[in-house]
């Protein structure tokens, strides 16, 4: 079951990406525009693609050169028309040419993520041969330009982003989030390095508590708990923070997962469907865009949106993909979730397995046994459902990256101590 889940997440890295220049498209939409994220997950599959017989190495090989080499030569300027600016890139490029899309924002997680990739990259072809020495090279230049200490314009704390009609994004990294791969990524450079203050500025703000009867460091959606962990390796690895609570961010997601049944299971709200095996709240598509901000039956539905377990919002919308990259942390009760969601057919005639999220409680006139359903799939959906299945089955993805000396050093300026950190190379 869990190999064809990954064939089928893969084939969205196939269908879904320029051939001419490796750009990903952010979902399953009608000139839709590339997403940096899905790009970097998608660099990430392919090795694992090798790996599953899915692809060849050298078909693998010529699109991951293919993606480096584009966005190595991408424009790189205060421009809005422009690539990116300072390493980073804005969050959605235009398929064709890879400049700017929709007036987007220049993204500091997005691009954090990108580089995970590219880095995943180079750790794989890491071979003497000269398109993988290629690889290594396109790689390391893409990171060391990428100046993260600019982000910190203000102070310690990082900034979201930048666009070049308003300059910085009012918000800053604060709260247990997505971002520990970019402050690890910032913090390991060894061109234009965070500072440490900014990480301890940011575990500053973190809220230890107490959620369904677990305490756990606390954060709503699902996807925060395990984005960065597609990468890093957090087993046995502790951070002044955690070392406080006697505990790790691998245990604390284990912890979340448990919290996002267990809320579930209580239904506070009477969703359809809500219980044992049927959970999984987290940033996911919804029927709102249907409802236009009104309210249906007495509820209110929401779009694209960030939906979290105690501090919401939550209206029903469950996404299945959220379920499965939880795995790694709790086999135990996502194993029968995923049987669960598979029974509810949410997966067949689709091409890239479930599709992003449902909502039995919503009224719809869609013939579903499960109310409304996504009409898409997403780039960032579909790499942590194809990338924690391998983590959680041969550690592959976290194996390669035990490897990357770019993520030793930040670990180590951020803190962080035991487990196999201790055994890295210096």
């Given at each position: 079951?869990?190999?064809?889940?990954?064939?089928?997440?893969?084939?969205?890295?196939?269908?879904?990406?320029?051939?001419?220049?490796?750009?990903?498209?952010?979902?399953?939409?009608?000139?839709?525009?590339?997403?940096?994220?899905?790009?970097?997950?998608?660099?990430?599959?392919?090795?694992?693609?090798?790996?599953?017989?899915?692809?060849?190495?050298?078909?693998?090989?010529?699109?991951?050169?293919?993606?480096?080499?584009?966005?190595?030569?991408?424009?790189?300027?205060?421009?809005?028309?422009?690539?990116?600016?300072?390493g980073f890139f804005y969050h959605f490029l235009d398929m064709q040419t890879g400049r700017r899309?929709?007036?987007?924002?220049?993204?500091?997680?997005?691009?954090?993520?990108?580089?995970?990739?590219?880095?995943?990259?180079?750790?794989?072809?890491?071979?003497?041969?000269?398109?993988?020495?290629?690889?290594?090279?396109?790689?390391?230049?893409?990171?060391?330009?990428?100046?993260?200490?600019?982000?910190?314009?203000?102070?310690?704390?990082?900034?979201?982003?930048?666009?070049?009609?308003?300059?910085?994004?009012?918000?800053?990294?604060?709260?247990?989030d997505e971002s520990m791969i970019l402050h690890v990524l910032g913090l390991g450079s060894p061109?234009?390095?965070?500072?440490?203050?900014?990480?301890?500025?940011?575990?500053?703000?973190?809220?230890?508590?107490?959620?369904?009867?677990?305490?756990?460091?606390?954060?709503?959606?699902?996807?925060?708990?395990?984005?960065?962990?597609?990468?890093?390796?957090?087993?046995?690895?502790?951070?002044?923070?955690?070392?406080?609570?006697?505990?790790?961010?691998?245990?604390?997601?284990?912890?979340?997962?448990?919290?996002?049944?267990?809320?579930?299971?209580?239904?506070?709200?009477?969703?359809?469907?809500?219980?044992?095996?049927?959970?999984?709240?987290?940033?996911?598509?919804?029927?709102?865009?249907?409802?236009?901000?009104?309210?249906?039956?007495?509820?209110?539905?929401?779009?694209?949106?960030?939906?979290?377990?105690?501090?919401?919002?939550?209206?029903?919308?469950?996404?299945?993909?959220?379920?499965?990259?939880?795995?790694?942390?709790?086999?135990?009760?996502?194993?029968?979730?995923?049987?669960?969601?598979?029974?509810?057919?949410?997966?067949?005639?689709?091409?890239?397995?479930?599709?992003?999220?449902?909502?039995?409680?919503?009224?719809?006139?869609?013939?579903?046994?499960?109310?409304?359903?996504?009409?898409?799939?997403?780039?960032?959906?579909?790499?942590?459902?194809?990338?924690?299945?391998?983590?959680?089955?041969?550690?592959?993805?976290?194996r390669l990256m035990r490897g990357c000396d770019y993520l030793v050093a930040g670990l180590r300026?951020?803190?962080?101590?035991?487990?196999?950190?201790?055994?890295?190379?210096?």
């Open positions: 079951m869990l190999r064809d889940m990954q064939h089928e997440s893969f084939a969205y890295f196939v269908h879904e990406v320029n051939s001419a220049n490796g750009l990903v498209c952010d979902k399953t939409a009608a000139n839709w525009p590339a997403s940096i994220a899905a790009i970097g997950m998608a660099l990430t599959a392919y090795p694992i693609g090798v790996e599953r017989g899915f692809i060849t190495r050298a078909q693998a090989l010529h699109v991951t050169l293919t993606t480096l080499r584009f966005l190595m030569a991408s424009e790189q300027s205060e421009s809005p028309a422009a690539s990116g600016y300072k899309a929709w007036d987007c924002e220049l993204s500091s997680i997005d691009t954090a993520l990108l580089i995970a990739g590219v880095l995943a990259a180079r750790e794989y072809f890491s071979g003497e041969a000269v398109d993988e020495r290629e690889v290594g090279d396109l790689a390391d230049a893409l990171y060391r330009r990428v100046d993260w200490e600019w982000l910190q314009c203000d102070g310690p704390a990082v900034h979201h982003g930048w666009t070049p009609e308003a300059g910085f994004l009012p918000w800053h990294w604060r709260g247990y061109t234009h390095p965070l500072t440490t203050q900014a990480y301890d500025t940011w575990t500053s703000t973190f809220e230890w508590t107490r959620v369904e009867d677990i305490d756990y460091l606390h954060a709503g959606p699902l996807f925060i708990h395990q984005m960065s962990q597609v990468w890093l390796d957090l087993r046995g690895t502790r951070d002044a923070f955690m070392r406080t609570r006697d505990c790790d961010y691998f245990e604390n997601s284990r912890r979340a997962t448990h919290v996002q049944q267990r809320y579930a299971m209580r239904n506070p709200h009477r969703f359809a469907m809500y219980g044992e095996f049927c959970w999984g709240i987290t940033a996911s598509d919804g029927p709102g865009a249907r409802a236009r901000g009104q309210q249906v039956a007495g509820r209110t539905y929401y779009d694209y949106v960030a939906r979290g377990a105690r501090d919401g919002p939550d209206d029903g919308t469950l996404a299945p993909w959220a379920v499965v990259a939880s795995l790694p942390f709790a086999p135990d009760i996502v194993l029968p979730t995923i049987e669960n969601l598979r029974r509810l057919q949410l997966h067949t005639d689709n091409p890239f397995g479930f599709k992003a999220s449902f909502n039995p409680t919503f009224p719809t006139d869609r013939h579903h046994a499960v109310g409304w359903v996504s009409r898409h799939h997403f780039g960032i959906n579909e790499g942590p459902t194809l990338l924690m299945i391998e983590n959680h089955l041969s550690d592959t993805v976290w300026r951020a803190g962080f101590e035991g487990g196999w950190l201790d055994a890295a190379p210096r």
